[in-house]
Each structure stands twice: as structure tokens, then as C-alpha cells.
């Protein structure tokens, strides 16, 4: 039941977090950020109330956070987005955004087994709540007028319209798959390989590795384009996780995984800026809501796919499904390239 709820979360997440950031695109971040921060902490209060009571209510709550939980990365990302011309000065914030993501993939789960195997089971939800109440109201009460405002017909259509912004999406749920698949295929090896125990210290290195690189990456002033980076990043992962498959030792894997993750934050880093590119300023909430959206619906499909075939076929045949998503993700980046210098649209006033 965990997981159908943890389904619930992520794929309401997905369907609705894009619409709220339009919303905040469109009346300003502080008016949307507050109240939905609100309902979102009320429905976490009532999952934990309902986790032993009722599975329909259970599920729909669970749902109803999903839908609500602040978007904070894409908020920030455009915040950054509005205020900084400078591009190498924007390279540097994106990379800061990205390595406090890692940091909170690192230390997150890590406190939530502290705080359960101490309080039960509720309590990483109730220190959930806490930490989106302060980044929520914090967020919002450190808001400001940007003078951004698209346009009417900016405004009117789906951003999958803009060219070349549905091939991001669609590489980036590749590259979900590959987020959702990893943890469960490196431990289903490592529990075939009686290593059960050093599965998750495994699994840890994926972001610690992408971490570093992305404090590399931001004091690098880069000449090439965002969009070949990203592509560049992605075929750079895509070789160290078939590299894994090519040698299948247990003893030689940790060192693929942390070259695999090493890709991570520069491909990230690289689609976001690119994003922004291609996108009028006056959508961004929207945009990196999508972008955001994108991983995650991936993430939840390759946990499921790469779980039913680790099932079937064993832990090292689960690296086919990570190295076919990434070298689909890399495919994908290929028509992105072809974005070229596409620049934005003049706009004149909004709030962010």
C-alpha cells in the first residue's frame, strides 16, 4: 500500500505541479506558494492520520499532497532565471541549485531512518511538514515583482508547442527511468551478490558523486552550448553504466556508479539552462514545474519496469533497462541540439 500512495504522490505531483506554476507565473509566487504550502501540509497531516484508518482517504491525500507540494527547485531556478543576466553568473546558481538537491538526496533519506528507527514511522512526514512549512513560507515572504509579464499569446497554449521543448521533456523522462531504476537494480545485484549490506552505501554514491561534480561544474566558465553539454553529459552516462554491463564485477561496480553519477548534475544543470532559453521568461515557473514533472513520471515508470525485470531475469540484466534509458535520453538530446541560439521572446512585466 506504501507504494500505490507513493504512486498517488509522485504522479499527482506530475500532472498538477506544472499548472500551479503557471498560476504563479501568472498572479505572482507569494500568492500561490502560501496557501498551496497550506493544503499541503494539511494533507500530509492527514495521510499520517489515515495511514491506519482508511485506505480510499489514505490514497486520496496522498494524492491531494502530491498535487500541492511546493515546487521550491523550479520557484528558485526562475527566481534565479529573472534576476541574473549574466550567463556565467546564471551557470553558477544553477549549479548551486543543483548540489543543494544532491545534498537533500544524501542527507534526506538518511534522516528519514533516523527519525524512524527512533519516533515510528510518521515522524520523517511530520519533519516532512516542517521543513515545506519553513521553505514555503520562506520562499514566499522573500518574493519580489520582477517586471515580467508575457504577453497575451504567450500566455495561450501548452509549452510542449515551443520548439524543441517536447524533445527535452520527453529525453528527461528517459533520464528519469534511469533515476528510478538504479536504486532498485544495484540492490537487487548487491543482494545477489550476498553484499545486501553494501547496497545502499551503493546507491548513496550516485548523488555524492553528481554533488562534486556539480561544484566542478559551476566555477567552470563554459564556451559550448547548453544544449551540447547536455547531450554530452547524457552519452558520458550512458558509457559508464554500459561499462557496467560489459565487465559485470561486483568488485569493479561502485567505481561505475560513481562515474555514472558523476553526469548527473551537469546534465541537469545544462536542461535547465537550456530551458530557460527556450522558454519566454514570463513561463518559467511552468517550465521548470514540467521539467521536473518530466523526471518524475520517469522515475516512477523505471522503478516499476526495472523492478519486474530484475524479478524475472536478475539484478545484472536490470543494467540493459539503465543503459537503454540513458542512450534513449542521449538520442532524444540530439534534437535539442539543433536549438542552436534560439532566443527568447521581449517581455515587459509579471511577477516572480
Known amino acids: 500500500m506504501a507504494g500505490i500512495a507513493s504512486s498517488f504522490y509522485t504522479l499527482c505531483g506530475a500532472i498538477v505541479g506544472p499548472r500551479i506554476g503557471r498560476l504563479a507565473d501568472r498572479f505572482g509566487t507569494r500568492i500561490v506558494l502560501l496557501p498551496i504550502t497550506f493544503i499541503n501540509s494539511l494533507s500530509i497531516i492527514s495521510v499520517v492520520f489515515f495511514s491506519s484508518r482508511s485506505i480510499p482517504l489514505l490514497l486520496l491525500f496522498s ?21 541574473i543576466k549574466d550567463r556565467r553568473e546564471l551557470g553558477v546558481a544553477l549549479s548551486l541549485e543543483s548540489v543543494l538537491d544532491e545534498t537533500a538526496f544524501v542527507v534526506g533519506p538518511a534522516l528519514a531512518g533516523f527519525l524512524f528507527s527512533l519516533y515510528g514511522s510518521n515522524s520523517p512526514l511530520v519533519a516532512g511538514i516542517v521543513f515545506t512549512v519553513i521553505g514555503g513560507v520562506g520562499l514566499a515572504i522573500t518574493s519580489f515583482d520582477s517586471g515580467i509579464r508575457g504577453s497575451a499569446p504567450e500566455r495561450i497554449g501548452g509549452l510542449l508547442g515551443i520548439k524543441y521543448v517536447k524533445a527535452l521533456f520527453t529525453s528527461l523522462i528517459a533520464l528519469g527511468l534511469l533515476f528510478g531504476s538504479n536504486f532498485v537494480v544495484i540492490l537487487a545485484v548487491a543482494k545477489e551478490n550476498n553484499r545486501a549490506a553494501e547496497g545502499g552505501i551503493w546507491v548513496g554514491l550516485y548523488p555524492i558523486g553528481s554533488l562534486v561534480a556539480g561544484l566542478v561544474y559551476g566555477v567552470i566558465h563554459w564556451k559550448s552550448r547548453n544544449a551540447t553539454r547536455y547531450t554530452l553529459a547524457l552519452a558520458f552516462m550512458t558509457l559508464s553504466t554500459s561499462a557496467i554491463l560489459f565487465f559485470q564485477n561486483i568488485d569493479t561496480i561502485v567505481y561505475f556508479i560513481i562515474l555514472s553519477g558523476i553526469g548527473i548534475a551537469p546534465a541537469l544543470i545544462a536542461a535547465n539552462a537550456l530551458l530557460k532559453d527556450l522558454v519566454p521568461l514570463s513561463r518559467l515557473n511552468e517550465a521548470f514545474s514540467m521539467l521536473g514533472a518530466s523526471i518524475s513520471i520517469g522515475i516512477t515508470l523505471g522503478s516499476t519496469l526495472s523492478g519486474s525485470l530484475v524479478d524475472r531475469f536478475g539484478g545484472w540484466d536490470g543494467f540493459y533497462f539503465m543503459t537503454g534509458a540513458t542512450l534513449l535520453a542521449t538520442l532524444l538530446s540530439l534534437i535539442c541540439i539543433r536549438a542552436g541560439k534560439y532566443e527568447t521572446k521581449d517581455e515587459t512585466i509579471s511577477h516572480g
Open 63 to 83: 494524492a491531494l499532497s502530491g498535487a500541492t507540494m511546493p515546487s521550491f527547485g523550479s520557484y528558485t531556478r526562475t527566481r534565479w532565471s529573472r534576476t
